[in-house]
Antibody, heavy 121, light 107 residues
C-alpha cells in the first residue's frame, strides 16, 4: 500500500524557516516524480514544487521561487521542502503527492494527509 | 501561468439527479486535465485524468470530456457520498494549476 506521511509543520514567525519531510513507503520511491501541493485555510489547491525521480529537475511556483527548495533522498525514501523567508500567505496545509506513473505524468492519485504550516507572529 | 476557471462555484442538485461541472482553461491544454474530489479535512482524490479516463476504483457514474480549453465532469446519478468539492487541474504546462473549485451540495 502506498503511504505518504508528512511532518515538520508548525507555527513559525514571518521571515522564519521550516523544513517539511514526507516519508514514503509501499512503492519504489526512486522511480517517481514527487510534488508539494498546498491549500490555504478555506482556499483552493496550489502546486508549490515538483522534483523528478532522480532529482535532476526541479520546478517551483512563482510565489515560492527563491525562497523554497525541494529535494529528495532516494536512499531514505524521503521528500523534503525547505521553506525560508516565510510569509503570512504561506500559511497552508502542505501535501506531498506522488506522480501517478513511473514517468512524469503530472497528476497524482496518492497524497499524504498533509501538515499544517502557520506563519504568524 | 494557465488559469483554470470552474463554473458554477456552487451547484445544488438532488440525489439521483445528474450533475454537470465545467472547467475552462485560459489557453489550450490539449487533454491534459485531471479532476479531483475533496471532502472536508481530507486530501484530494483523483477521479479523472487525460480529460476522460477514470482513475482506479472510480465508479462509472463519473465521466469526463473535453479537450483544448473546455472540459466537463459529469456525475450521472448523484449518491450521498458525491456531495463534495471538485477541482479541475491542468498538467500541460508548469506551473500545474487548479481551478478554484465547484462545491456540489444537496438540493
Amino acid at each position: 500500500e502506498v503511504q505518504l506521511v508528512e511532518s515538520g509543520g508548525g507555527l513559525v514567525q514571518p521571515g522564519g524557516s521550516l523544513r517539511l519531510s514526507c516519508a514514503a513507503s509501499g512503492f519504489i520511491f526512486s522511480n517517481y516524480a514527487m510534488y508539494w501541493v498546498r491549500q490555504a485555510p478555506g482556499k483552493g489547491l496550489e502546486y508549490v514544487s515538483a522534483i523528478s525521480s532522480n532529482a535532476y529537475s526541479t520546478f517551483y511556483a512563482n510565489s515560492v521561487k527563491g525562497r523554497f527548495t525541494i529535494s529528495r533522498d532516494n536512499s531514505e525514501n524521503t521528500l523534503y521542502l525547505q521553506m525560508g523567508s516565510l510569509r503570512a500567505e504561506d500559511t497552508a496545509v502542505y501535501y506531498c503527492a506522488r506522480d501517478h506513473y513511473d514517468f512524469w505524468s503530472g497528476y497524482s492519485a496518492h497524497w499524504g494527509q498533509g501538515t499544517l504550516v502557520t506563519v504568524s507572529s | 501561468e494557465i488559469v483554470m476557471t470552474q463554473s458554477p462555484a456552487t451547484l445544488s442538485v438532488s440525489p439521483g439527479e445528474r450533475a454537470t461541472l465545467s472547467c475552462r482553461a485560459s489557453q489550450s491544454v490539449s487533454s491534459n486535465v485531471a479532476w479531483h474530489q475533496q471532502k472536508r479535512g481530507q486530501a484530494p482524490r483523483l477521479l479523472i485524468y487525460g480529460a476522460s479516463t477514470r482513475a482506479t476504483g472510480i465508479p462509472a457514474r463519473f465521466s469526463g470530456s473535453g479537450s483544448g480549453t473546455e472540459f466537463t465532469l459529469t456525475i450521472s446519478s448523484l449518491q450521498s457520498e458525491d456531495f463534495a468539492l471538485y477541482y479541475c487541474q491542468q498538467y500541460n504546462n508548469w506551473p500545474y494549476t487548479f481551478g478554484q473549485g465547484t462545491k456540489l451540495e444537496i438540493k
